[in-house]
């Protein structure tokens, strides 16, 4: 059996790898319009920007990802409100590459800020594309879930601000429907990212059509291909072997993956550790508090002269280079 075939034969009732087993199931509606895969497709495209930036798993972490999005210039200093950030940083592209919420005090806070700044950089010609994470999908699965309901979740976090998790999680609440039209994955140039990287070694075309037919299967998001333990945001181990990676980037016309999801990945964590030769970067760098490995880093890519530069940046306005590499 082929390995992109493997996944849509897991049973998905053996799938779903969520933290739920300590509550009752919280059962919801959804109320969200059925997903438009025309403007909100489950896979962007887009050409490459002068300049590529990258971070993944803020996880609640609203003042850490502000101070780095600052510090690069990103975005305007000091905002009155999460809802005010503005984006500066011109014709750039920003991707979030999941996991903005839970395991940190500000989940809300997180979703409010990128959803301000996804529309201040369409209008200043950038673009901020958000992927949804393991941790939004769980949501949506079960609002009620262990992760989203301790004190440090997404659901704890609206239930102190008087907001309904149900109302979020069904897409009645903005923040829900933006979530919900998240895309799943994100190819920028010759860069592709995916919240745990993993895509069975499908084309860019198959993987659109995977993804948007397991969302039409199932509006909750249980299923295999999207919250099973194999699934493009739950995969773990899987790049143990590089050849995986090289054969992945390969399948999607790419020569990198950027993944997040386990900030133990690939090397050292708290920084941004690359396999696979630099087919597969890991970017999640524990930002949020509750996990502080770091305070966070940023992976920006920029062509210099006939050489692709990939930088990792740092909130104290440090910086290294992660590679260096000819593209003539």
């Not at 262990?146 to 004190?151: A, L, Q």
């Amino acid at each position: 059996m082929s390995d992109r075939h493997a996944l849509r034969l897991l049973p998905v009732a053996l799938a779903i790898g969520l933290a739920c087993c300590g509550h009752e199931r919280v059962h919801y509606a959804v109320t969200a319009p059925a997903r438009d895969f025309v403007a909100f497709p489950a896979v962007v495209t887009r050409p490459m920007p002068p300049v590529l930036y990258a971070l993944s798993d803020v996880h609640g972490g609203y003042d850490r990802m502000v101070t780095l999005l600052e510090t690069w210039g990103l975005v305007a200093k000091s905002p009155a409100s999460p809802a005010a950030l503005r984006w500066t940083a011109g014709n750039a592209i920003l991707v979030v590459v999941g996991d903005l919420v839970d395991k940190g005090p500000r989940s809300v806070d997180v979703v409010d800020a990128l959803m301000a700044l996804q529309t201040s950089a369409t209008l200043a010609g950038g673009d901020v594309i958000v992927l949804l994470g393991n941790h939004e999908a769980e949501y949506f699965v079960d609002p009620g879930n262990d992760k989203t309901t301790k004190g440090d979740g997404f659901a704890s976090d609206l239930d102190r601000r008087g907001l309904s998790p149900v109302d979020v999680a069904s897409g009645q609440d903005p923040r829900g429907l933006f979530l919900r039209q998240a895309p799943l994955g994100a190819k920028v140039g010759s860069w592709f990212f995916a919240h745990a990287g993993r895509t069975h070694g499908r084309s860019l075309e198959e993987l659109e059509g995977a993804l948007s037919a397991a969302i039409l299967r199932n509006d909750h998001y249980e299923d295999a291909e999207l919250t099973g333990p194999d699934s493009i945001l739950e995969a773990r181990d899987w790049w143990g072997d590089g050849s995986v990676a090289v054969a992945g980037a390969k399948a999607l016309g790419v020569a990198h993956i950027v993944m997040g999801h386990d900030p133990n990945a690939l090397g050292v964590a708290g920084s941004i550790q690359v396999g696979a030769g630099t087919a597969l970067l890991r970017i999640d760098c524990g930002l949020s508090p509750g996990v502080d490995y770091s305070d966070g880093r940023l992976l920006r890519v920029r062509i210099d002269g006939g050489h692709e530069i990939a930088e990792e940046l740092r909130p104290n306005g440090n910086k290294s280079e992660i590679f260096n590499k000819s593209i003539n």
